[in-house]
């Protein structure tokens, strides 16, 4: 397992890398006065309101409220987790990414599956060069222009060709016994009940596996003679898990810059054929019924996924697991759909009987999970009888408690009330937690004043857009005595800052990053920069002084109180002399 990357390396490689640079590689950057502009990547707009600070290091999207360092862009513009992103950030800015030492002493290094990587990658070569090379291969290129596909679609998803026989992988790349045994344990090679090792993929049509970032983590092989089964995949390896990886992600992703929709289907040569006929935005199970993760991956990618599945029994019982998996992820902007082919037809056959715009047509038409399921459910009940309905109500309820508590599963019990002729909040236990008021008006600029910011939040995003302000404080420990929430966050910032005079916004976020504090942070460096103005160094310094009076504020009060419940005969001469001296002014801290 890979050690965890120091933060120290974090908070320098977030110093080195210009999000601007990131961005306008990504997203053209136009420049306005001291920032750049764009039309936000992440939601539909006419007028860019999508702003990138090379100061504060630092954007924000004044429509949809988006805002982020570089590390967050890349996390979800190219749907990448945090060590991706961190690894895609440290390569632009020609750095290593290191590790911290593990848990026994010694250094762990994150490739302890590197030589999976690379001996799968050596082997998807080894593949494609069988396509060009082989004896046989005339046979698999004959099967796939029979299918319709060209030369450069092949090339495009790395297609290859593991030839007949036992051993010709095993001899291409097995020179020793320590290379077999990284081949078994890549899923490459299968173990003899007699010892020894063959070739897990013969005669077969090869399909790279590839993950987010293009590795090759497995392979699907499609049968040419008549060995069963038809197809075969990778077994489960370190680096290979179907049951959260989904073919022609990375090429979907890679072919279309702006997804707004994943299509759902069976099979790798339905993903292929789909992409030679212009459809790029398809994906694959891997032989598994679509799961929680294929989802969560799926909507990292998109709003809206469409599931695509033959009209027969099986695959309407498919349709259904689908539906039943995706119920628990569909928070309020994910969309689900269904697109039930014609019998006897699959995507392949289809698309080419009908055409591109005939199927993204059928795409576009394809129906809501909301009317699929209430379909489903009404065809298996008597909807004209009372008792129907009432055991219409009981398929549902389960379903719908499964939904995450929002807008949708308000809107699919209420249809649910309508369709069993219920009064409206009959079902009110279906609901989950209260859903706020929606409105329709589009965000706009924050026009807070300075004053409706709290005393302690202002200091903090002071230190947030002038780092250099922290050397002000003396002893930030005196700081603790202020019992007030976010003073922990701004002992800390200012110990932080102290060392740091000279970092960016950004930095400061990204240290904080996957914290309550890191989301509060970045919610006030998208404060816009024109409030800071004056003396900032006076404000600073009144700020944390009116916070140091405080504590001494509350124990004069406190003492006080205490003396005045005295009667004038039981004060002693010094108790008399604290009571006058605490009638008078207190002295501020400086």
């Not at 965890?4 to 110093?15: A, G, K, S, T």
């Not at 212009?278 to 996924?305: D, F, K, M, S, W």
């Not at 920069?529 to 140091?548: A, R, Y």
Request: aromatic letters at 8%; charged letters at 25%.
């Amino acid at each position: 397992m890979a050690g965890r990357i120091p933060q120290n390396f974090i908070d320098d490689l977030m110093q080195r890398v210009d999000i601007v640079e990131v961005i306008d590689s990504r997203v053209p950057l136009k420049k306005a006065g001291r920032e750049y502009q764009a039309c936000c990547p992440f939601h539909n707009e006419k007028t860019p309101s999508f702003t990138v600070s090379p100061t504060k290091q630092f954007y924000y999207c004044f429509g949809c409220g988006a805002h982020g360092t570089a590390l967050g862009f890349l996390m979800d513009y190219e749907h990448l987790d945090f060590v991706d992103a961190i690894e895609d950030l440290a390569r632009s800015a020609g750095l290593e990414v290191p590790r911290e030492e593990g848990p026994g002493g010694s250094y762990e290094r994150e490739d302890s599956t590197g030589p999976l990587y690379d001996l799968l990658a050596q082997a998807a070569h080894f593949f494609r060069q069988q396509l060009r090379q082989h004896s046989e291969a005339a046979r698999a290129v004959d099967y796939l222009k029979g299918r319709g596909l060209s030369g450069e679609i092949a090339q495009a998803f790395g297609l290859g060709y593991a030839p007949p026989g036992w051993d010709n992988l095993l001899k291409a790349l097995g020179q020793d016994a320590a290379q077999q045994t990284l081949m078994e344990r890549a899923g490459l090679l299968i173990k003899k009940d007699g010892g020894g090792l063959y070739d897990r993929f013969r005669d077969r049509v090869m399909f790279p596996i590839h993950d987010r970032r293009g590795r090759v983590i497995g392979f699907g092989g499609r049968v040419l003679g008549d060995d069963t089964p038809k197809y075969l995949n990778s077994p489960e390896t370190p680096v290979f898990h179907k049951g959260r990886e989904l073919y022609g992600l990375f090429e979907a992703r890679k072919r279309e810059r702006k997804l707004d929709r994943l299509l759902v289907v069976e099979g790798y040569m339905d993903v292929v054929a789909l992409a030679q006929y212009g459809i790029n935005n398809v994906v694959a199970t891997l032989g598994t019924a679509t799961t929680r993760e294929h989802l969560e991956q799926l909507y990292r990618a998109v709003p809206e996924v469409v599931f695509c599945f033959d009209g027969d029994r099986a695959g309407k019982a498919a349709a259904w697991r689908a539906l039943e998996n995706a119920l628990p992820v569909l928070e309020d902007g994910r969309q689900a759909r269904f697109l039930m082919l014609p019998g006897g037809e699959d995507p392949d056959s289809l698309v080419r009987k009908e055409g591109t715009d005939a199927f993204k047509q059928r795409t576009g038409d394809s129906i809501p999970l909301s009317e699929f399921l209430y379909a489903e459910l009404c065809g298996q009940v008597d909807m004209s009888s009372m008792d129907g309905r009432t055991r219409l109500v009981n398929l549902a309820k389960p379903l719908l408690k499964q939904l995450p508590a929002g807008v949708f599963q308000r809107m699919m019990v209420d249809r649910l009330e309508e369709l069993a002729k219920l009064p409206r909040n009959a079902l009110a236990e279906l609901h989950g937690q209260p859903i706020q008021e929606v409105t329709h008006k589009a965000p706009s600029r924050p026009a807070r004043s300075n004053n409706a910011m709290s005393p302690l939040r202002r200091l903090v995003s002071l230190l947030l857009h002038e780092p250099r302000l922290a050397g002000l404080v003396e002893n930030p420990a005196q700081l603790a005595e202020v019992h007030l929430q976010g003073a922990p966050l701004l002992v800390e910032l200012i110990d932080f800052l102290k060392d740091r005079p000279h970092i960016h916004t950004g930095a400061v976020i990204e240290h904080w990053h996957g914290t309550d504090s890191g989301r509060h942070l970045a919610k006030l460096a998208a404060e816009p920069t024109h409030k800071l103005v004056g003396d900032l160094e006076k404000e600073f310094l009144d700020g944390i002084n009116h916070l140091l009076a405080k504590p001494v504020d509350q124990r004069r009060e406190a003492r006080f109180a205490e003396l005045s419940r005295k009667q004038p005969s039981q004060l002693t001469a010094i108790e008399k002399e604290e009571l006058k001296s605490l009638l008078r002014p207190a002295e501020r801290p400086h």
